[in-house]
């Protein structure tokens, strides 16, 4: 088993702050629904039941934090997961969680 190395405060503070961000419902709800593609702010809108302008404020902040990116087709910008660092995180937590919820069920 290799040792893991301890991130420096700085890394910390900046890791600490990506999981703020991800303490926020509707931007989770946001990169669950771009697990299987990139996705246009209007279909992430219409959706999720949420207005334009709140979408782009939160993939604002998920770009910014390199959890998301955007792509540019002709008039639309499509988004999606940054990279499978992100995908795998949020499969692996929503898997971790279900095995919590069968745990206590037994």
Do not use: W
């Amino acid at each position: 088993m290799s040792e893991t190395r301890v991130p420096s405060v700085q890394e910390v503070s900046v890791l600490a702050e990506t999981f703020r961000l991800l303490g926020d419902p509707t931007r989770l709800r946001i990169l669950f629904y771009c697990l299987d593609g990139p996705k246009p702010v209007n279909d992430i809108a219409a959706s999720l039941d949420l207005s334009q302008t709140l979408v782009s404020h939160h993939l604002r902040l998920l770009r910014a934090a390199r959890l998301m990116k955007g792509e540019r087709r002709s008039k639309q910008v499509f988004y999606q997961l940054a990279d499978c660092h992100v995908s795998d995180m949020l499969t692996d937590m929503a898997i971790h969680m279900n095995e919590e919820d069968a745990e206590q069920e037994a």
